[in-house]
Antibody
């Protein structure tokens, strides 16, 4: 049974760096083809793809946010970490992590999401 | 970047109706398109992958079609549980993109 759960601060101040952790079970990020990504959704708005990391450490970022994002994995801890620098109120959103089973496959399992508010 | 455009943004329909949602890509994505359903306060749920493949456990009233730049999601007979927001997503390119969503409301 695959599960993912996001954790991190619920409130950050403008200009601060956000660090979110996705802790998962039921799969290994050392298994060929597997990927974990991050997606966010501002209140009442659409989903936005942020980043993706594969089992082989291939990392991909949204072009519009690439300069602010870093995605890493810790296979031994079954975790993926996303950092986003220079947070702004427009970054207020629910942040999700999600699993991709293999190349050529979208996100089939999602975490419950965590709401991050950016405010002074 | 590949842009994804969904239409309509909102759709009002009744139980039993046949519903079609369209998604257009700004360039060809072959068949690398997924559809998700999202209900308020919940994470999205994968319905369709590779444009027309039904994810395991998803009711057969959901179907997808298309290739290249134009895709459709069809619900053959709308059920009460289907009132939700639907998103397309391309995963053809090095980076992935979602559409802006289509909300299916009760008429």
């Amino acid at each position: 049974q695959i599960t993912l759960k996001e954790s991190g601060p619920t409130l950050v101040k403008p200009t601060q760096t956000l660090t979110l952790t996705c802790t998962f079970s039921g799969f290994s990020l050392s298994t060929s083809g597997v990927g974990v990504g991050w997606i966010r959704q501002p209140p009442g708005k659409a989903l936005e793809w942020l980043a993706l990391i594969y089992w082989d450490d291939d990392k991909r970022y949204s072009p519009s946010l690439k300069s602010r994002l870093t995605i890493t994995k810790d296979t031994s801890k079954n975790q993926v970490v996303l950092t986003m620098t220079n947070m702004d109120p427009v970054d207020t959103a629910t942040y999700y992590c999600a699993h991709s089973s293999r190349p050529g496959y979208p996100f089939d399992y999602w975490g419950q999401g965590t709401l991050v508010t950016v405010s002074s | 970047d590949i842009q994804m455009t969904q239409s309509p943004s909102t759709l009002s329909a009744s139980v039993g109706d046949r519903v079609t949602i369209t998604c257009r890509a700004s360039q060809s994505i072959s068949s690398w398109l997924a559809w998700y359903q999202q209900k308020p306060g919940k994470a999205p749920k994968l319905l369709i992958y590779k444009a027309s493949s039904l994810e395991s456990g998803v009711p057969s009233r959901f179907s997808g079609s298309g290739s290249g730049t134009e895709f459709t999601l069809t619900i053959s007979s709308l059920q009460p549980d289907d009132f939700a927001t639907y998103y397309c997503q391309q995963y053809n390119s090095y980076t992935w993109t979602f559409g802006q969503g289509t909300k299916v409301e009760i008429k």
